[in-house]
């Protein structure tokens, strides 16, 4: 048929696994003129076996040699760009009784992973994911140099793609690929003694696919053994935490664990003073594995002075019934009398009353959002007014601030309100938060313009234990120094010279005239307080002006802006955060970042490291209530979402961070109340876009 159809086809076998004796084959095909549609309709009906999209393709092969490290990187690394329409992959290979490791130093693709990503497998083949796939399928975003990214193979042979589309394309990737003998990376083995730590292969990197490894545990005679994992991370796509257990898994005294886990929430006690440990990783998708430590325990008394919860996890008394679930399993919130100032669920929990008519059910039976809005049939507007459901979008304002009118997909026509959205052409969409969301919505695009903000290149780590922060993941937070005293108050970056802080943070006391700019050192990109790395900026103050009526009495008009000596250059670690619009809409239940290293003016610094904490923002009439009518239509309230948030993680003058889509912005600033994230004690923060238009006016930003 070759001579009939004209058509070029050849193969060759390009490599030998170890083992089993399997090829693998390349299939090149040349197609005549004419026939390209045909080739294309046979092509589509393969999805799975071929690229339509007809990418450019590039291949390299590298075998390592004993005692040497060698390196792979992307077309142009470091100098340009990686090329975009490209599909490359890196066959590497390693002598017999050897297995490859993979190290990445670098890696910058893009955020999206269904456009630029890399795949690593432990073979040297790609039509299915036969290992080491990355535990979310696919790997692309930047990565920091201080998480470790390393990957092992099974055998002597691995692959890694790489595949980039026609645009948005970054500076890629660059790794250390180097062999090590097969028995290298062991695991397993008798532990004995009072207390101990163990972790999987390769922990806080990926372990290793087709691994099977057993822990035999004994502690002393009349003890038990109380096995807890700080990191759990064994996730599969299509497998549920903690469903089956059929992949990858931890198996204690034959109970099996799998997928991702909050720290410290699988615990586990033996009857006896040994205990059995097994881990197992089969051929398909890898993790980054887990981290144990077990110790010995009375067996009678496993929690002395504590409540023991059903998972075996021990938590302070006092976090019993609380409305947080410390345990994990909510057992210690089962069978409580809530207290008057809670909320009584109706399935016998009790729940803090700031999280009532937020949105959110936090009882698990909608108890805390009853009687919160209209009722059936009608619409709650803005303004807590009802309407009827058939007066939405049908071009009259029946809600009388034009709530009902929004999200109606009119591009013209639309009559401009305090909630609508004003382009540069002075004309209003009714979108909600149309601004920087990739998407043009002003005829004009002015609602995409000055959106090179609110992103951090690096992403949230889930190995990092306790509320540090990863450096450079908030990299518009900013340490205000007064001179010779250290860290007083936190601020956050709006342009190259333009920083946002709290007004109080600026008000002269009998001792120091923090009015002034010269009393103020500002420390960009910083991370550790007193470790004035290479990504730290330090800049003195040009002028400091707060807003002209704040009060010093209710904290109303709590801002402040700063403008520095001279303008920063941004780099990984330094970066604004977005403004948002006056009409930009921060819903209570939305979940929002507080960041700082814990400082009050009186108190110094109560953490070196940048610390984070998740809040909630409160439903504005219930945290007014708890307040005691002390707020104002300018500030707004938000809650930690989690128990045993102890230490204080709110700086005054930070930022109250608000991810929406791949960015974040500045929804407050944090001003009073408990910024501190404590449980139960609602922060204030001061609403940024009541005040945009002034910040603009001084700024021009």
């Not at 080491?132 to 691995?158: D, E």
Request: aromatic letters at 8%; one cysteine or more.
């Amino acid at each position: 048929n070759r001579e009939k159809s004209k058509n070029l086809f050849t193969f060759c076998v390009f490599a030998l696994s170890e083992g089993s004796v399997i090829s693998y084959y390349l299939s090149e095909f040349d197609v005549p003129q004419g026939q390209e549609a045909s080739v294309d309709s046979a092509m589509s009906s393969m999805d799975k076996l071929v690229d339509k999209e007809q990418r450019r393709y590039m291949q390299f092969s590298m075998h390592t040699k004993p005692n040497e490290i060698g390196q792979i990187q992307s077309p142009g690394f470091p100098n340009s760009a990686y090329p975009p329409n490209t599909f490359i992959q890196w066959q590497l290979r390693a002598d017999p009784k050897h297995i490859i490791k993979l190290d990445f130093d670098t890696m910058n693709l893009e955020e999206d992973c269904s456009n630029d990503f890399i795949k690593i497998y432990d073979s040297l083949r790609t039509l299915v994911c036969d290992a080491l796939c990355w535990s979310h399928a696919v790997m692309c975003g930047y990565h920091s140099p201080s998480q470790p990214l390393t990957f092992l193979s099974s055998g002597n042979v691995m692959l890694v793609t790489m595949a980039s589309d026609k645009e948005n394309d970054y500076p890629g990737f660059r790794a250390k690929v180097s062999q090590v003998p097969r028995g290298t990376v062991t695991c397993g083995g008798n532990l004995m003694g009072e207390k101990g730590t163990f972790t999987s292969p390769n922990f806080p990197s990926y372990y290793p696919p087709r691994n099977l490894c057993q822990w035999s545990i004994q502690v002393p005679n009349g003890n038990a053994v109380k096995l807890t994992f700080k990191t759990f991370l064994l996730s599969e796509p299509g497998q549920k935490d903690g469903e089956d257990c059929l992949k990858d898994y931890v198996q204690v005294n034959g109970k099996k664990f799998c997928g991702e886990k909050p720290e410290g929430t699988v615990t586990e006690t033996s009857q006896t003073n040994t205990m059995e440990v097994v881990f197992f990783s089969d051929a398909s998708y890898v993790d980054r594995g887990f981290n144990a430590s077990y110790e010995a325990i009375n067996a009678k008394d496993p929690c002395p002075k504590q409540f023991q919860c059903r998972n075996q996890r021990c938590i302070k008394t006092e976090l019993q019934c609380d409305g947080w679930n410390d345990c994990g399993d909510m057992s210690d919130e089962l069978d409580c009398k809530c207290k008057p100032q809670d909320i009584s669920c109706k399935n016998g929990l009790c729940k803090p009353m700031f999280w009532k008519c937020d949105g959110v059910d936090d009882c698990g039976d909608q108890t805390d959002e009853l009687n919160c809005g209209c009722k059936s049939g009608l619409v709650t507007c803005k303004n807590n007014e009802c309407v009827s459901e058939k007066h939405l979008c049908d071009g009259i304002d029946n809600c009388g601030d034009g709530s009902d009118e929004l999200n109606c997909g009119r591009s013209t026509g639309v009559l401009c309100s305090d909630l609508t959205y004003k382009c540069k052409n002075n004309k209003c969409i009714d979108t909600v938060n149309p601004e920087c969301d990739g998407t043009p919505d002003c005829e004009d695009g002015s609602d995409e313009e000055n959106c090179d903000c609110g992103r951090s290149l690096f992403k949230t780590s889930r190995i990092v234990g306790g509320e540090n922060t990863q450096d450079g993941e908030f990299p518009w937070q900013v340490s205000l120094h007064v001179k010779g005293a250290g860290h007083v108050c936190g601020a956050s970056i709006i342009s190259p010279q333009w920083l946002v802080t709290a007004a109080h943070c600026v008000q002269d006391d009998p001792r120091t005239r923090y009015s002034q700019p010269g009393t103020w050192e500002a420390y960009l990109g910083l991370h550790i307080q007193g470790n004035t790395a290479k990504n730290v900026v330090k800049r003195n103050l040009k002028q400091v002006i707060a807003h002209p009526n704040y009060n010093a009495y209710t904290y109303d008009n709590d801002i402040a802006l700063m403008e520095l000596d001279s303008p920063v250059t941004y780099s990984d670690y330094i970066r604004p955060i977005c403004l948002p619009s006056p009409q930009h809409d921060f819903p209570a239940g939305s979940t929002v970042w507080i960041t700082g290293w814990g400082a009050t003016r009186e108190g110094g610094f109560a953490a070196k490291v940048l610390q984070k904490a998740e809040v909630r923002i409160i439903n504005y009439s219930v945290c007014n209530d708890l307040m005691k009518a002390q707020l104002t239509s300018r500030m707004l309230c938000a809650g930690v979402l989690t128990g045993g948030v102890d230490a204080c993680q709110g700086d005054s003058g930070g930022p109250l961070s608000s991810p929406s889509g791949s960015r974040m912005f500045l929804a407050g600033v944090v001003s009073w109340g408990d910024g501190c994230a404590r449980r139960n004690k609602p922060g204030i923060y001061t609403t940024v876009t009541k005040f945009r238009g002034w910040v603009k006016e001084k700024t021009g930003v």
